[in-house]
């Protein structure tokens, strides 16, 4: 029996030190779980506070009245320049097809504008602002071209013709500048614009001569004259309180183009223009 005697306090030891080891388990999964709920609190606490600070700005944010009838009607009005006069930056209309950012093409239906001035230029698209008779106002005229290091200029502005010869890479990049346009006219006339405050945050066109250009002339894009880029204003505009207001309003902007199931695919500062009326 002297063995037994052995054996049962060593068993004895054995199953308190189970115990010791199972209770000693039972609380690190308690901790654990207990962490995680934590984790799971504070996260959903960050969440509600960016939410409610988010939700505070946009709505201590001024209103701001937006320009009316974007077809050349209400605050857009501007009465045609006086006779003889020429902005700073505007360049005469020279006879010949142009050379981007340098000459404006005075050919085909580009001759009606007038009082034009360089703005910048794209990989694809040289920009001008000048006086549309119809419109009564200034716009901004984005004119289509190529780099081409064979020619002797360097660049040379688009026209069906040309477009037709480059191939369907050029065609295609045309036809969606064009489609984007086009959307975006449409968006902001429709019925449902008016419902959306964020309709006046989107970039008018007004019109595009491309489907309707001469095989010979400069195909182009008629735009809304918007001000400058966003980058640049941040430059300019450090205030916060201005900073709200303008995020409010692209906001907005984004929530219109989803409610028409449209997804902006490069949106960033050097793609937002604000106006010198802050919208």
Known sequence: MSWLRVLLPLAAAIRREVNERVDNVDAAFAQLEQELQVQAQLQAGHVLRDRFVLEEYMGSTPGYEP??????????????????????????????????AEQFPDSGKLHSYSHVSHLGKGSFGDT???????????????????????VGRNAFFLTPAIVRKLGEKVAGNVKEAVEECVAVKHLVTSRT????????????????????AQPSEPIFLVLELCG?????????????AWRKQIITQI????????????IHH??????????????
């Open 67 to 100: 320009a009316r009838d974007r077809d050349g009607e209400g605050l857009a009005d501007m009465p045609p320049p006086p006779s003889g006069y020429t902005p700073p930056g505007a360049r005469a209309h020279t006879p010949g097809p142009g050379i981007p």
């Open 128 to 150: 001008w602002k000048a006086y549309d008779r119809h419109l009564r106002k200034y716009v901004a005229i984005k004119i289509f071209y190529m780099r081409h290091s064979s």
């Open 193 to 212: 614009a008016a419902s959306y405050p964020g309709s006046h945050n989107m970039c008018q066109c007004f019109q595009e001569h491309v489907s309707d």
């Open 228 to 240: 400058k880029s966003l980058s640049q204003r941040l430059r300019e505009r450090p205030n916060w």
């Open 251 to 262: 906001l907005q902007g984004v929530d219109f183009l989803q409610a028409n199931g449209k």
């Open 266 to 279: 490069d949106l960033k500062p050097d793609n937002v223009c604000v106006t010198d009326e802050d919208v």
